[in-house]
């Protein structure tokens, strides 16, 4: 009895590990879609921050549901040369309290539309 409850509390243990990583790779590409998003829709509007980030949020709210992203911040910026750039970065969740928190920094860069060329 008791060697078969510690066999299932490994078993649960590995599948919340598993769980786990499944998770973070799916926020990992959710922000990935997310910055590459924005970066393209603040290119498009002429190298707008206020369309990049509109959209980096509206993206983010529709991929990463509820507290998940809430410690993930995605900021935009214009760089020179005439290109989009937004950044994720912050903490991911774990789903068992000793499996530490995944630090996460995702960057997606765009070319703005009627940016002189060089």
């Known amino acids: 009895m008791v060697v078969g409850a510690a066999g299932i509390a490994i078993l649960l243990a590995i599948f919340a590990g598993c769980a786990n990583f499944v998770l973070d790779e799916y926020a990992k ?12 829709a603040g ?32 900021t935009c ?3 020179a040369g005439g290109l989009m750039l937004a950044t994720a970065s912050g903490d991911l969740p774990s789903l068992l309290p000793a499996v ?19």
């Open 43 to 74: 290119a498009a509007a002429g190298g707008s921050l206020q369309a990049c980030q509109a959209e980096a949020e509206q993206v983010q709210r529709g991929l990463l549901h509820g507290s998940f992203g809430a410690d993930v911040t995605i």
């Open 77 to 79: 910026q214009v760089l």
């Open 100 to 118: 530490p928190h995944l630090q996460v920094s995702v960057s997606g860069l765009s070319v703005v539309q009627g940016a002189p060329a060089q």
């Open 29 to 40: 590409g959710a922000l990935r879609t997310a910055v590459d998003e924005a970066a393209q």
